[in-house]
């Protein structure tokens, strides 16, 4: 089946919700689930097979520099020797496409803590690193 441009969705579309609250300063979001394999050789063959072994999942929240967000709700929880989990619900939405994408993160953790990041003449941005392990598929798209 041959696709139409028009219906490559389109970044402009996104948005996110942390813990239910929009963040209307992402500028990008990803996440991905690495899989695990174990090479295992295979008499008679040259190449290497490979063997499930599980997977991890890490991502990455791309803010602009707006407020301090990610400060008040992971600075003290850190301080008192805990790690926040929070939700992060990704939507991808553009009109033209075939429909909406939505995906639930259950358990992001995130990696970092940004305090400070700037520099003359540059517009603020900040990287937030994440892991988690469970997602939920809210919707999906389905080419027609």
Known sequence: MAISGEKIMNGTFGEVWLDGEYVGECKGLQAKVNIQKEK??????YADDTKFMGYDCTGSLRLYKTNSRMIKLISAEIKAGRNPRFQ?????????????ERILIKDASFDDLTLIDWELRK????ECPFTFTEWEDKDLVTPQ
């Open 40 to 45: 295992i050789p295979i008499a008679g063959k």
């Open 88 to 100: 992060v619900l990704s939507q991808l939405k553009d009109p033209a496409a075939y429909g909406a």
């Open 123 to 126: 517009n603020g941005e900040i």
